[in-house]
């Protein structure tokens, strides 16, 4: 399982694309863009509150063993929170 | 181009009001003489050559004509946006200008409308400024009917072009608006009204926010003079409310405002809005926009203030 109790930034706002996720930050105005499979991952936890539920989503979406997509996953919210997108509770 | 707001008074209630959180933010008020003197230096200041008034309704304005003199006297001429619902007095006034100094963009009432009043007005200021006047539209709903602007055109001797508008979303989203999945619709109505149109030789003036994906792929020779328009038309207006403060338009009304002063030129003005709307310039109306070969080159994805509105906080879902 990743890293749990993960908490979004609540200056972070995202609009779900065909190609993406488009993300800003309001707090330092800042923006880009989250490509797929990445795209995946954040659409999957920025909507999902039940870490169940997301991870065997994700597990299908990404078509990977469970171990793999944990590790993804864990990936993802590293970068994500360097990013200040996410950030660690406790 | 800079609009003015002179005043917030409207006579009129239409549904898809861009102006409606600013009328209810600043109530019913009008700009003060200080400020409108200060709003022409602006765009003296700037080289820019018309004022564009607008409101609310400004010929309600108590001191309209005299601020219109004003403008005229120092060699700008006026654009004025219209409801066409005035006095008198404002109409006789607007009558004496030199047909070459003044253009009027009205905002017409469908004849099928419940508002016999307002129709004859409107025939009324037809009549006697028919040449100087543009016919225009605003798009809030996948019903509405053109013809009738032709018929205008013609039996009135307007101007040959008709300023079509969409009704976008103001922040607050209290507004009517037209939802981006009605424009292909919409688009498929102005293609076959184009037909019509183009048989009067009359044009279309899209306003911002047309896509060009909007239109069906067979009539874009027809549309081609206004398709160039097309998808290139998101940029800051820059519009003065009558508190002096300018915004980057109507329906982004919160996002950005800068208090008017004696140094303001509009090229800074444009630059600096420009540069706090680019935090949202990664998408489209659509979300299949950034895969479109357009985006970003021939089409900059549509009214911004539909592209924000795309956005979700992270903390919706929490």
Same mark, same amino acid.
């Given at each position: 399982?990743?890293k749990?109790?993960i ?6 706002f ?7 996720v488009a993300?800003?930050n309001?707090?330092?105005?800042s923006?880009?863009?989250i490509s797929?499979?990445?795209?995946a991952?954040?659409s999957?936890?920025?909507e999902?509150n ?5 991870e065997?989503?994700?597990?299908a979406?990404?078509d ?17 929170e360097?990013?200040?997108i ?5 | ?9 409207c ?10 959180d ?8 009008c700009?003060d !003489?200080?400020? &409108?003197?200060?709003?022409l #230096? =602006?765009?003296?200041?700037s080289? *820019?050559?018309k004022?564009r008034?607008? $409101?609310?309704?400004?010929?309600l ?6 601020m219109?003199s004003m403008?005229l ?9 219209t ?5 008198d ?6 009558v004496?200008l030199p047909?070459?100094r003044l ?6 009432i469908?004849p ?9 007005r409107?025939i ?5 400024l028919?040449?100087v006047?543009i016919?225009?539209i605003?798009?809030?709903?996948? !019903?509405?009917? &053109?013809?009738?602007?032709? #018929? =205008?055109i013609n039996?009135?001797? *307007?101007k040959?072009?008709i300023?079509? $508008? ?9 507004n009517v ?5 009605e ?8 293609a076959?009204?184009?037909l019509?149109a183009k ?7 899209f ?7 909007m239109f069906?792929d ?12 097309a998808?290139t ?5 820059i519009?003065?409310l ?5 915004i980057?338009?109507?329906p982004? !009304? ?11 030129h ?9 540069t ?9 109306i659509?979300p299949?926009c950034?895969s479109?070969q ?7 994805g549509?009214?911004?203030s539909?592209?924000?509105k ?7 879902f929490?």
């Open positions: 399982m990743w749990r109790d908490k979004f930034n609540n200056n972070v995202y609009a779900i694309d065909t190609r993406g993300i800003i309001k707090e330092d105005s923006h880009f863009f797929y499979p990445e795209a991952v954040f999957v936890l920025v999902n039940d870490l169940k539920k997301s065997e989503m994700l597990q979406v990404l990977r063993s469970r171990s793999e997509t944990n590790r993804f996953v864990n990936r993802c919210i590293e970068k994500w360097d990013q200040d996410i950030r660690q509770d406790g | 181009m800079a609009n003015l707001s002179i005043t917030t008074v006579n009129k209630r239409c549904v898809y009001c861009f102006a409606y600013t009328r209810i933010e600043l109530g019913k008020t700009i !003489n200080e400020t &409108y003197g200060k709003a #230096d =602006y765009l003296e200041r080289g *820019l050559k004022v008034l607008l $409101g609310g309704e400004p010929t304005h108590p001191a309209f004509t005299l219109a403008a006297d120092r060699g700008f001429d006026i654009m004025l946006f409801n066409g619902l005035m006095t007095r404002v109409l006789d006034y607007l004496s047909e070459k253009s009027i963009l009205l905002n017409t469908h099928a409308e419940n508002n016999r009043k307002g129709i004859r409107q009324e200021v037809m009549e006697k028919g040449p006047i016919a225009g605003n798009i809030y709903s996948a !019903n509405q009917e &053109y013809d009738y602007l032709l #018929d =205008y039996k009135y001797d *307007l040959k072009e300023r079509m $508008g969409l009704a976008h979303p103001v922040l607050s989203r209290k608006f037209l939802h981006p999945k424009y292909k619709k919409i688009g498929y109505r102005i076959l009204f184009k019509e048989r009067y030789g009359v044009m279309l003036g306003d911002c926010g047309f896509v060009p994906c069906p067979e009539y874009f020779e027809l549309l081609s003079g206004e398709l160039r328009r998808g038309r998101c940029h800051p207006i519009d003065l009558v508190d002096g403060s300018f980057a338009c109507y982004l !009304n919160d996002l950005i405002r800068v208090k008017i002063n004696d140094k303001l509009a090229k800074e003005l444009i630059r600096d809005f420009e706090a709307l680019l935090l949202y310039k990664d998408i489209g659509y299949h950034t479109c357009l985006f970003g080159t021939r089409c900059n549509g009214c911004m539909n592209r924000i795309r956005y979700q906080n992270c903390q919706d929490a």
